[in-house]
């Protein structure tokens, strides 16, 4: 099993900034991807950004020059720094890990963080 321990959310005037910690532990043979989801009460969850193990990154259109993924492969650690923040940008942020051993892929979800823009 692996486990994910994310940190960082909390409440933030807009045009602030937050910074997202998600750490893996546990029976990890190999990750291939980490990523943030979020979701806003009535919308659905949707991929903020996602980051391989090449470190190629991909992020949703509107977040693109505000948020950044990176990631600590030493520490199985991802992170997501978001700046200039919007009240559009509240909502539930949970971290996701993809691993793979000699025969399957894993998916791994955090419990979630709430991160809330408001003034």
């Known amino acids: 099993q692996v486990q994910l321990v994310e940190s960082g959310g909390g409440l933030v005037q807009p045009g602030g900034s937050l910074r997202l910690s998600c750490t893996a532990s546990?029976?990890?043979?190999?990750?291939?991807?980490m990523g943030w989801y979020r979701q806003a009460p009535g919308n659905q969850r949707e991929l903020v950004a996602n980051?391989?193990?090449?470190?190629?990154?991909n992020y949703v259109d509107s977040v693109k020059g505000r948020f950044t993924i990176s990631r600590d492969n030493a520490k199985n650690t991802v992170y997501l720094q978001m700046d200039s923040l919007k009240p559009e940008d509240t909502a539930v942020y949970s971290c996701?890990?993809?691993?793979?051993?000699?025969?399957?892929?894993?998916?791994?979800w955090g419990q979630g963080t709430q991160v809330t823009v408001s003034s």
């Open positions: 546990g029976s990890i043979f190999r990750i291939v991807a």
């Open positions: 980051i391989n193990s090449g470190g190629s990154t």
């Open positions: 996701n890990v993809k691993t793979v051993d000699f025969t399957k892929r894993y998916d791994y």
